[in-house]
């Protein structure tokens, strides 16, 4: 995680990337928190699903090796025909997931400047 993250400090700048990470952090946890549950009860299986795909690319250029997982087995789930329940039942796994990854992130962007 540290050496994606670290280049991308070093080609954008400190700035751009914080505000870049505030930007997915907060879009992630608004889904995570507030947007899937409703999507499950509505039965909307798209939304769901582009949910899960557009937060892949964002937790791959911060390290979020372990959500991205996550994000694709539920993807890849709905794809597949599979119910939308299982959104539900693992739901505080997956928030939980981004919650300690995303840790690991703001101590690195906390960090002094890289060289």
């Not at 769901?48 to 390290?63: D, E, I, Y």
């Not at 919650?99 to 690991?104: N, R, S, T, V, Y």
């Amino acid at each position: 995680m540290n050496n994606i993250l670290q280049e991308y400090q070093k080609q954008l700048g400190q700035p751009k990337i914080a505000e870049l990470w505030g930007i997915y952090k907060t879009e992630t946890r608004d889904g995570l928190y507030s947007k899937l549950s409703r999507w499950v009860l509505q039965s909307e299986k798209e939304l769901l699903q582009n949910f899960f795909h557009s937060r892949q690319a964002g937790g791959k250029t911060f390290g979020l090796s372990n959500f991205v997982q996550a994000c694709q087995q539920m993807e890849e789930h709905l794809r597949a025909g599979g119910g939308i329940e299982i959104i539900n039942s693992r739901l505080s796994t997956i928030s939980d997931l981004f919650e300690q990854e995303a840790k690991q992130v703001e101590n690195i962007l906390n960090k002094k400047e890289v060289k």
